[in-house]
Nanobody
């Protein structure tokens, strides 16, 4: 059974940094596309960043240059390094796994709160 567990969220001041982690189990991690999404109160969930099985990376314009997605296949973990955080980055952050057959799985989310 696939399980994704996020960690690393918390409260940080604007301009600060956080690193989120998402530990995966129950699948062949290295072949899956891993993504981060976020959902702010009253808003739809939005895509933040993705990393392919080949290491290719893509980012939403709103986080480009500030956030970095990476993966460690040996640890079956994907990371999101968030720098220069803004108040508008406040949200619950979720990781998502997409298998080559198109099945997707979500973690339970971790809260990130950026104060001014």
């Amino acid at each position: 059974q696939v399980q994704l567990v996020e960690s690393g969220g918390g409260l940080v001041q604007a301009g600060g940094s956080l690193r989120l982690s998402c530990a995966a189990s129950g699948s062949t991690f290295s072949i899956n596309v891993m993504s981060w999404y976020r959902q702010a109160p009253g808003r739809q969930r939005e895509w933040v960043a993705s990393i392919g099985s080949d290491g290719s990376k893509n980012y939403a314009d709103s986080v480009k240059g500030r956030f970095t997605i990476s993966r460690d296949n040996a640890k079956a973990t994907v990371y999101l390094q968030m720098n220069s955080l803004k108040v508008e980055d406040t949200a619950v952050y979720y990781c998502k796994q997409i298998t080559p057959r198109g099945y997707d799985y979500w973690g339970q989310g971790t809260q990130v709160t950026v104060s001014s």
